[in-house]
């Protein structure tokens, strides 16, 4: 037994370098990735989530899978694992969606896509790229729907940012209805009275002769006929024509 000491010290010794030599010979692998939380996989045996730290391994070569588990969408790669080295991996994983935030003053305005996303301030991180028409409405009708036509980029956000403007008290639609309306009865009161004021001097200068009048008083009477006879035509013409705006504008 005592001849078979060295041995066995030999023995453990041997035993215990060749540990030491495999431990030293292993590598290190680090997995950062943007946005954090991604599944990392080394040939289909999962280490942990993003970021992943240190992960000791043996040198050699290994298949590297990324897992993006909110959409659903994996990226493979091959790498080498150096000996006493740490490999770094950094990766950004560029959505396969687009973002739409839209924002306005004063918030809680609804918005619709082709179905309603939701109130001011929303945000939206799972929109196909395309194209959209976003329509913004106020639950307060005194505040003008507005319109935008966008586009929207893979792994992009585009931003919507819109004060939206009151409706007047009278819109142009209303004033111009206003305006026609009293052009029209001013039209048809203009008519009217200088109806009744040219039969009264119609009727005074056809009895001009009988009562011994001049012939200047003739004239001054025809003249007031005639001028009460064309304003007439004028409240009747300008009134026909603003009833006639007025049928126009609420048509349209």
């Known amino acids: 037994m005592p001849g078979n000491k060295p041995c066995l010290i030999l023995s453990l010794i041997a035993i215990i370098f060749s540990i030491s030599i495999?431990?030293?010979?292993?590598?290190?692998?680090?997995?950062?990735?943007?946005?954090?939380?991604?599944?990392?996989?080394?040939d289909d045996k999962f280490i942990g989530d993003s970021p992943v730290f240190d992960k000791k391994l043996k040198g050699g070569r290994y298949n590297l899978k990324l897992v993006d588990p909110?959409?659903?969408?994996?990226?493979?790669?091959?790498?080498?694992?150096?000996?006493?080295?740490?490999?770094?991996?950094?990766?950004?994983?560029?959505?396969?969606?687009?973002t739409l935030k839209v924002q306005t003053d004063p918030e809680g305005a609804q918005v619709y896509i082709s179905t309603e996303l939701g109130n001011t301030p929303v945000s939206n991180d799972f929109m196909n790229p395309g194209k959209y028409r976003v329509e913004i409405r106020h639950p307060n009708s005194k505040y003008h729907p507005?319109?935008?036509n966008i586009i929207i980029p893979r792994g992009e956000a585009v931003s919507i940012s819109k004060t939206l403007e009151k409706e007047e008290f009278l819109n142009k639609k209303a004033k111009l209805r206003i305006v026609l309306g009293a052009i029209t009865a001013g039209g048809i009161a203009l008519?009217?009275?200088?109806?009744?004021?040219?039969?009264?001097?119609?009727?005074?200068?056809?009895?001009?002769?009988?009562?011994?009048?001049?012939?200047?008083?003739?004239?001054?009477?025809?003249?007031?006929?005639?001028?009460?006879?064309a304003l007439k035509i004028l409240g009747i013409v300008g009134g026909s024509a603003s009833l006639v705006g007025l049928e126009i504008v609420a048509f349209f």
């Open 70 to 98: 909110v959409q659903h969408s994996s990226t493979i790669e091959e790498i080498f694992i150096q000996e006493n080295e740490t490999t770094v991996i950094e990766k950004t994983i560029k959505s396969k969606y687009g």
């Open 191 to 229: 008519a009217l009275i200088e109806h009744s004021q040219a039969k009264k001097y119609l009727l005074e200068r056809n009895n001009y002769i009988r009562e011994g009048d001049t012939k200047e008083k003739w004239e001054t009477l025809n003249a007031r006929y005639t001028t009460a006879t």
């Open 146 to 148: 507005m319109v935008e």
């Open 22 to 42: 495999n431990t030293f010979a292993d590598g290190s692998l680090t997995v950062k990735t943007d946005p954090e939380g991604i599944e990392v996989w080394l």
